[in-house]
């Protein structure tokens, strides 16, 4: 019997901007189906780290502080694709980041690892989570933790029963992190809107993209990805 730790889930693709919930849904989505989550920000800190050829070649490029080229990304995230955990699915973090990423990863999908036995391995499931430009100010401005114990609140959605100290130990003093504040979140609330707009728009041209409401509670978005997920595997 297939149940949701055994099943073929192939490649998933959660676009959408900060704050709009990728990070909680992703979780959900491992814990039940049993499958990782590939960051191209954690593959390239391990590749710098372990000191591999495209590690020292990452490496020597943001010395001199510039961008890691596409060529070295979508090599690292092939050979990471290519691990045994990755065989029924996974959930990509970061990539693609361009339509030009996305038209290599769908290449790399039909040439690398399509099965005519499982077909659902080869294009991935793409879900955009659409958040309110102002709702997600509100979300992430708002946003305030515990040091203490970790602990996340939001002053304007789930606030502390003592403002601006946690419910926890009734004493610790609740912190903002610098990336929360407005003049940091606006130019990156932009600057994804003019980097991912033309992945979703490829996606949707190739039909594939679906598109989830952020907004709903947390649990009934959840609900809905699990939803496509299986109408799709």
Not at 88 to 102: M, N, V
Not at 141 to 162: A, D, E, L, M
């Amino acid at each position: 019997m297939t149940t949701p730790r055994t099943r073929e889930v192939g490649p998933i693709v959660l676009l959408g901007p900060p704050g709009a919930g990728k990070g909680t849904q992703s979780k959900r989505l491992m814990e039940r189906y049993g499958i990782p989550q590939v960051s191209t920000g954690d593959i390239l800190r391990d590749n710098v780290q372990r000191g591999t050829e495209l590690g020292q070649a990452a490496k020597a490029v943001m010395a001199e502080g510039g961008l890691v080229p596409d060529k070295l990304v979508c090599d690292m995230v092939q050979h990471r694709l290519e691990q045994p955990d990755c065989v029924r699915g996974y959930i990509l973090d970061g990539f693609p980041r361009t339509a030009a990423q996305a038209g290599w990863l769908d290449a790399l999908l039909e040439e690398k690892f399509f099965d005519k036995q499982r077909p659902t391995r080869a294009m991935p499931i793409v879900v955009r989570l659409d958040v309110d430009y102002n709702q997600l100010l509100l979300r992430i401005t708002g946003r305030r933790s515990c040091p203490s114990c970790g602990r996340i609140y939001n002053v304007h959605f789930q606030p502390p029963k003592v403002d601006g100290i946690c419910d926890v130990d009734g004493v610790t003093a609740l912190v903002a992190r610098e990336d929360d504040r407005l003049e940091v979140i606006k130019p990156r609330l932009e600057a994804y809107e003019r980097q991912t707009r033309p992945v979703a728009d490829y996606y949707a041209r190739t039909g594939r993209l679906f598109t989830v409401n952020g907004e709903m509670p947390m649990d009934q978005v959840t609900e809905r990805l699990y939803s496509i997920i299986e109408d799709q595997a």
